[in-house]
């Protein structure tokens, strides 16, 4: 295996550090990675298109290469929740097939290696509450209210 290229961009919820191998995108990190240069390559322009409301989703190959298989189903059922919309822990559980698995699928959340990317911060609390972020959750809010607010620009223009 090659070796990993760090970046990072700043971003409305603070610097974000990303790692990029020969196959993709391998790691995002909150708080950006000490050392890395500020990005200039296409994971940082969709990023920046993200953060500016012209992008909602992403399409830079990414390259995971740890998680178990529940973690990994979990991972590609939060590829799967729209763009400004938001799902429960336990709606994921059981579309993965562990429908008592709600603390679970928090976990495998926490252990996501690409969030924003892979959107883990869709994820919500039962009752609709903000829970369970590991980029803590003043960046799950923010993302989630720039979501919801270029989904009813774009639903209302």
């Not at 189903?73 to 763009?83: C, D, G, S, T």
Request: net charge negative.
């Amino acid at each position: 295996m090659g070796s990993m290229r760090w970046a990072q961009v700043d971003t409305p919820v603070g610097m974000l550090g990303y790692a990029v191998d020969e196959t993709g995108v391998c790691k995002v990190h909150f708080g950006g990675h000490e050392g890395a240069p500020i990005g200039d390559d296409e994971v940082a322009r969709q990023f920046q298109e993200y953060f500016d409301g012209g992008r909602t989703e992403f399409t830079v190959p990414v390259h995971v290469t740890r998680g178990s298989d529940f973690e990994r189903a979990v991972w590609e059922q939060m590829k799967r929740i729209p763009y400004g919309e938001t799902t429960s822990y336990g709606a994921v559980a059981a579309a993965v097939g562990e429908p008592g698995g709600a603390q679970a699928v928090g976990v495998a959340c926490n252990r996501n290696p690409l969030p924003v990317i892979v959107p883990c911060h869709r994820i919500i609390g039962a009752d609709g509450k903000l829970v369970g972020f590991g980029g803590g959750l003043e960046r799950k809010r923010i993302l989630l209210e720039l979501e919801a607010k270029v989904k009813m620009q774009r639903d209302w223009s």
